[in-house]
């Protein structure tokens, strides 16, 4: 079957959560590289697929797509799976956390990770801000009720954007010193759970992620690219 789906990517970015949607799926799809090293998503190419300058691009027969949750929602909603289909009584909390991973807990991450984009002058207030905002966020989401996506053993579409957001905090927002997901035992189970899917061991194989990328990360060592 040929693939009629191009992903823009750098290991162990924002599009490490597509390519676990897509190896889930198991639909055919191509990679294409984009050289973090370089700051080729500043190039004129790849703005002219995501204007924001910012990794992942699906490219589809309807055109490009940006925005991680919006990649990820239209691959569940075009292959009807991983998601609750919009009249499924359990779509309102499904799309209610969809957001929530999008505006909440993917925007906090940012600001560990690029403090410099968030404060003129001294960063260490605001990594320090958004590390605390981390860590709070992930006290309401190991209480939810309604996150019973967490608890399942078949994938959701949640599972492949939480997974990764839940390695890069150790390795990229300070180390593990001061974050071990652990803590959190719901998460720490979700974490192995998914990392146990054959669709999430090939993602880590491609990756270069390891053998448990996401319960116990280690640095990210890929076959091509840079994840910085």
Not at 59 to 82: D, K, N, S, V
Not at 112 to 126: E, N, V
Not at 128 to 145: C, E, S, T
Request: charged share 20%; glycine share 6%.
């Amino acid at each position: 079957m040929t693939a009629d789906l191009r992903l823009h990517y750098a290991p162990d970015n924002a599009s490490l959560c597509v390519r676990l949607a897509l190896e889930e799926l198991e639909v055919p799809y191509q990679t294409v590289l984009v050289d973090r090293a370089k700051q080729g998503q500043k190039s004129a190419q790849f703005l002219a697929l995501n204007p924001n300058g910012l990794i992942p691009v699906l490219e589809t027969p309807q055109g490009p797509l940006f925005e991680t949750a919006a990649i990820l929602m239209w691959l569940a909603e075009r292959h009807g799976r991983l998601m609750p289909a919009v009249d499924h009584p359990d779509r309102m909390h499904a799309v209610q956390w969809m957001v929530w991973l999008a505006n909440t807990l993917h925007p906090t991450l940012r600001m560990m990770f690029y403090p410099q984009q968030y404060a003129d002058g001294d960063t260490a207030p605001t990594h320090r801000m958004a590390g605390m905002r981390l860590r709070a966020h992930l006290d309401v989401l190991a209480a939810a009720q309604t996150a019973d996506w967490l608890d399942r053993d078949d994938p959701t579409i949640h599972a492949c954007y939480l997974a990764p957001m839940l390695r890069w905090p150790a390795l990229y927002g300070g180390g593990a010193d001061w974050f071990d997901l652990a803590k959190w035992p719901r998460l720490h189970a979700f974490a192995k759970r998914t990392e146990a899917r054959e669709s999430a061991r090939r993602a880590a194989l491609a990756e270069g992620l390891g053998p448990t990328p996401f319960s116990h990360p280690s640095p990210c060592n890929p076959p091509e690219g840079s994840a910085l």
